[in-house]
């Protein structure tokens, strides 16, 4: 079992910069795939980034190519997401997850073990 704490959204304005943490327990964190989705109101839950097990391995959407960054620290057993250029589509729930011995896929049912989600509000 792993138990997967989101934190770090809040309200920032076009173009600003919010750091997302996801911090991970109960089971060996680098043994396990990460990886970030969103969800807007109305809107089916999306992929963001992912990292494979391997610690190397990313995806990301195409939307936030070159704007967000997937990173994850083994040794706090956390998972991250810089998230720069900010734009007012990105305006979501945030939900990190985890699949064991996954190689960063982009599609939620691939993962085990979810977040409870943290809010990002972009103004504009």
């Known amino acids: 079992q792993v138990q997967l704490v989101e934190s770090g959204g809040g309200l920032v304005q076009a173009g600003g910069s919010l750091r997302l943490s996801c911090a991970a327990s109960g089971r060996t964190f680098s043994a396990y795939a990460m990886a970030w989705f969103r969800q807007a109101p109305g809107k089916e839950r999306e992929f963001v980034a992912a990292?494979?097990?391997?610690?190397?391995?990313?995806n990301y959407a195409d939307s936030v190519k070159g704007r967000f960054t997937i990173s994850r620290d083994s040794a706090k057993n956390t998972l991250y997401l810089q998230m720069n250029s900010l734009r007012p589509e990105d305006a979501a729930v945030y939900y990190c997850?985890?699949?064991?011995w996954g190689a960063g896929s982009g599609h939620p049912s691939d993962y085990d073990y979810w977040g409870q989600g943290t809010q990002v509000t972009v103004s504009s």
């Open positions: 997850a985890a699949d064991q």
């Open positions: 990292l494979a097990w391997n610690g190397y391995d990313t």
